[in-house]
């Protein structure tokens, strides 16, 4: 299995720092989706950004069909996120 060495929140510094930090106030924790891009900050900050745009701005999908679409998805590439 691929190994992504991860920035361990007590380390980070910069763009790093608030994206974890944001991240617990987003969801009470740092799921692995996020700390896989600690090397690079403005990754990291940039696919939240997609995320959310993606997932909550305006669309002529509903909220529900956003989500079963990331489902099914993450079904079909047996991903567990």
Known sequence: MPYIEQVPP???????KREYESA?????RIWNIVAIQSQNG????????????????????????????AVVTSQANDCHY
């Open 10 to 16: 007590e380390d980070a510094t910069g763009q790093t």
């Open 24 to 28: 617990i106030r987003r969801a009470g």
């Open 42 to 69: 403005a990754i990291m900050r940039d696919s939240m950004r997609m995320y959310a745009s993606t997932m909550f701005a305006e669309s002529p999908l509903s909220r529900v069909q956003r989500e079963m679409i």
